[in-house]
């Protein structure tokens, strides 16, 4: 079985490979399909972490447009995942302090006006409302994690959606967010131990 599971994960990180290096080289459909492949994932992390509609979509369309815009500079032979939430998370901490200060932001200021493409980019990634996230929130249980989450101090929440949600490594998070590793342990810690006061004064038990 592990052998198994090892040639399955040879066999997705070549047809990764091959998709980046399509991506870098200007192909549409390869954009599209990384879109569709990350798409869900992505959107799910954003509702956690912003709880905000218009940020949410506004990060969401942005982060991939950033992506697309940076295709030729992109280095193809790095796992594309990490990338994206590092631009993501990044985008979605200037958003909120964006919000604090009352400014807004257009998608379209983004978008270099010589970018013919960017309307294809923009039409590629519409198709993102329904996701599994939104079926999960339905249940009590769910929205008790949501609104713990989103209670949390900006870094304690992203540490935790990353570590526990999206199931990143030390060193990935540690990546993503331009921090130490000791940081990331010393950070999800205190945010497990937020969480957990949280839930318990929630639901008057430590069951969770």
Do not use: C
């Amino acid at each position: 079985m592990k052998s198994t599971d090892k040639s399955n994960n040879h066999n997705g990180n070549a047809k990764e490979q091959e998709l980046l290096h399509r991506y870098v080289a200007g192909d549409r459909d390869a954009f599209k399909e990384i879109v569709t492949r990350y798409k869900n994932q992505l959107y799910a992390f954003l509702r956690r972490f912003l709880n905000n509609q218009h940020l949410i979509e506004e990060v969401f369309q942005d982060t991939f447009l950033q992506l697309y815009q940076s295709r030729k500079t992109f280095e193809k032979d790095r796992p594309l995942r990490p990338w994206l939430f590092t631009i993501a998370a990044n985008k979605a901490r200037d958003a909120l302090r964006k919000q604090q200060r009352h400014e807004t932001v257009s998608i379209a200021a983004m978008a270099e006006p010589s970018d013919l493409s960017v309307d294809d980019v923009l039409n590629s990634i519409k198709s993102y409302e329904t996701t599994p996230y939104d079926e999960a929130e339905k249940a009590e249980r769910q929205e008790r994690v949501r609104q713990i989450v989103f209670e949390m101090p900006e870094n304690l929440r992203e540490i935790l959606i990353l570590a526990y949600f999206e199931q990143f490594s030390y060193k990935q998070m540690a990546d993503i967010l331009s921090i130490p590793i000791g940081t990331v342990k010393s950070r999800l810690h205190t945010a497990i131990v937020f969480f957990t006061k949280k839930w318990k004064s929630m639901s008057g038990d430590g069951n969770i």
